[in-house]
């Protein structure tokens, strides 16, 4: 069992960001032409693109319309206007598809004719906090321009397994049949998501595969039909183990389906053919996983500490990592920065770079509660007090975050006894523009993508020249070691420039911008919107008439209620019921609930620990997440 904050207060948050160092090696990229594995270099940067390239100094580019509207559609109205909150009977502001269809929210081209626009201050009364910024309402405006009415065209079930069966057999040795997973989007495209917000969802899908990996090379899932809504990944090219994969696809996937022959007709008779085949040549009876559930799961906090084995505790992931975090203290061999506001931690704050034995970067962070003399890194600029020098400051909270090996980012948080945590404590750490579901907490793992989806945040040192001004402050061996772990400022930002270009170049190589807004967050959001009856029935594989069969009967005409009236149902309230409906609804498929539960920030869960999240299960067995 993990220990809750109670237990041990003071804390660190880990985010662990790998950069490369002057020999960090070029990254390999798996990519697919003319059906066959191309290894193509992927050069780090020359050194002198770097300095360009901090993320505190260039402006976010304004590649992705959409995600700036929602993000500021979600931090100014979604709080009223949502599944969980229904005010002026209007509940699917996190909904970009509902309000599409319902052709009067959004009137997809015509934003005067869009009630989301035209109800805002100082025309209409929203938000009632306040009118939004001039440029906040413009790009909701040029938002609403840029959209177009989506075509629906559905991709059912059956014919995903057509697919990759077909590619099973034609592409795929079967050697290595074993190590093969596919993921769909037919969900997504079914409800009606337009091109823009699919493609935020693929480069979402490929940084989040290539974000669990340990393996030195860049993987590009593989796209196996001509819409590029089915992709298929080898487990064995991300460092990810089979094994590890299926025991916690067991203990949370929500929506693995056995295809039976119990109907007769053709397309059963096929289905059930196919899934036989598939399951005998994977060995796996989760060979397929609805990628709009892994971007969104596996970045949370237990399923990501599982599939990136990152050890029980701090101790063991430096160990992995060769980090010794109180040697490199002693011999100097760190990079310190100290400032007093970072805009994430609520008093001063300290960032300090390790090398791991690999040569690419390992970044901690302190963080503070207080600013009393023990935790003012100005008067203390020497800790953390574990180290037993004078002038060592004790932090309550901290961050670590690693380069992996590909050159994208690995996260991590504990407390100062190096015992996993699963989110920060929001009296020390916020993230101000995170998911609702999150209650401004920072979740370890979807959070800090999304945090650092630019790299890592250059902040300029102030515990140097504080030093240098007050140098009856301390002695003479003291200043001499301020000296040498906080350095002149164009060597740290050198340092950090370095380890950031080396990201960038992976996220460039997989098709992504570094400076547009993080497609993990966006994807992460779209998981958890609320649904209309709409979206209900394609997440349960059924028809509008079979949904208003269910609506009719308990448990869900009074659960689902608020979906016989043309409202919203959230996540939370569909997984409950979820694999239920389909039993009741759906003969040719048999349901194997996950183990433990689908794991989702539910408000219970968030509200029960300031830093566990071990109990955001929903449905499956009666099971503790304990030891996990």
Same mark, same amino acid.
């Given at each position: ?10 804390? &660190? ?110 025309? %209409? ?12 309402? *413009?790009? +909701? ?10 075509? &629906? ?32 989007? =037919? ?25 669990? !990996?340990? #393996? ?51 397309? !059963? &008779?096929?289905? !059930?053919? $196919? ?19 892994? +971007? ?15 050890? @029980?505790?701090? *101790? ?59 935790? $003012? ?17 004790? =932090? ?39 998911? #609702? ?17 630019? %790299? ?44 950031? @270009?080396? =990201? ?27 649904? #209309? ?19 009719? $009967? ?20 569909? !997984? &409950?019921?979820?694999?239920? @409906? ?47």
């Amino acid at each position: 069992m993990k220990p809750t904050f109670k237990n041990y207060s003071p804390w &660190i948050f880990i985010l662990l960001l790998m950069g490369a160092c002057s020999s960090s090696p070029s990254i390999p990229v798996l990519s697919k032409i003319s059906g066959v594995e191309k290894i193509e270099e992927n050069k780090t940067p020359p050194q002198n693109q770097a300095a360009d390239q901090t993320p505190a100094e260039t402006p976010v580019a304004k590649g992705n319309l959409q995600a700036e509207a929602l993000a500021i559609l979600d931090r100014a109205c979604v709080s009223c206007h949502s599944a969980k909150n229904i005010q002026g009977n209007f509940g699917s502001l996190d909904n970009v598809e509902a309000m599409i269809a319902s052709n009067r929210y959004i009137v997809a081209g015509a934003p005067e004719r869009s009630l989301i626009y035209t109800k805002l201050a100082p025309v %209409g009364n929203m938000p009632p906090s306040g009118a939004l910024k001039p440029e906040e309402a *413009a790009t +909701i405006k040029s938002w609403i321009a840029s959209l177009k009415a989506v075509q &629906i065209v559905p991709l059912k079930e059956t014919t995903v397994l057509d697919v990759i069966q077909k590619d099973l057999q034609l592409n795929v040795p079967a050697a290595d049949q074993n190590q093969v997973r596919y993921f769909t989007f =037919h969900v997504p495209n079914n409800v009606g998501t337009n091109d823009a917000s699919l493609e935020a969802m693929r480069k979402a899908f490929a940084k989040v595969v290539n974000s669990l !990996s340990r #393996s030195p090379v860049l993987v590009k899932p593989v796209a196996v039909d001509a819409k590029k809504l089915i992709y298929r990944i080898k487990l064995d090219e991300i460092g990810v183990p089979v094994q590890v994969f299926e025991d916690v696809m067991r203990d949370f996937y929500p929506f693995s389906k056995q295809f039976v022959n119990t109907v007769s007709d053709a397309v !059963s &008779i096929q289905a !059930s053919q $196919n899934d036989t085949n598939l399951r005998t040549a994977t060995a796996s009876s989760n060979y397929l996983i609805r990628a709009d559930w892994f +971007i969104a799961t596996a970045t949370m906090p237990v399923p990501y500490e599982r599939l990136m084995q990152l050890g @029980a505790d701090q *101790a063991a992931l430096d160990a992995q990592l060769g980090v010794n975090i109180n040697a490199n203290l002693a011999a100097n061999r760190v990079l310190r920065s100290g400032f007093k506001n970072s805009g994430v931690s609520s008093q001063n704050r300290v960032i300090e770079r390790h090398s791991q034995n690999n040569g690419l970067s390992y970044w901690i962070s302190y963080d503070f509660a207080r600013l009393d003399a023990i935790e $003012n890194i100005f008067a203390n600029p020497l800790g953390p007090v574990a180290l037993n020098t004078a002038k060592s400051f004790q =932090h309550d909270g901290g961050e670590i975050i690693f380069q992996l090996p590909n050159g994208m980012l690995g996260y991590r948080l504990v407390n100062n006894a190096g015992v996993i945590l699963d989110k920060g404590p929001t009296s020390i750490v916020k993230q101000n523009d995170a998911p #609702s579901q999150f209650l401004s907490a920072i979740v370890n793992g979807v959070s800090c993508m999304n945090c650092h989806g630019a %790299g890592l945040l250059y902040k300029k040192d102030e515990v140097r020249a504080f030093a240098q001004a007050n140098v009856t402050a301390f002695s003479q061996a003291e200043m001499e070691k301020i000296l040498n772990i906080y350095p002149e400022d164009a060597v740290f930002k050198a340092a950090m420039d370095k380890d950031n @270009a080396f =990201h960038f170049n992976a996220l460039t190589q997989l098709g992504i911008d570094p400076k547009s807004p993080d497609p993990v967050n966006q994807a992460f959001r779209f998981f958890n919107r609320s649904m #209309s009856k709409s979206d209900v029935k394609e997440e349960l594989g059924i028809t509008e008439s079979v949904l208003d069969g269910l609506l009719q $009967n308990e448990p869900y005409r009074t659960q689902w209620s608020s979906l016989r009236t043309q409202g919203f149902i959230s996540r939370q309230e569909l !997984s &409950i019921l979820q694999t239920q @409906a389909i039993e009741q609804s759906r003969i040719e498929v048999n349901v194997a609930n996950p183990l433990l539960g689908d794991f989702l920030a539910t408000p219970d869960c968030m509200f029960a620990s300031q830093v566990q999240m071990d109990n955001c299960v929903i449905a499956g067995a009666n099971a503790a997440l304990a030891g996990q």
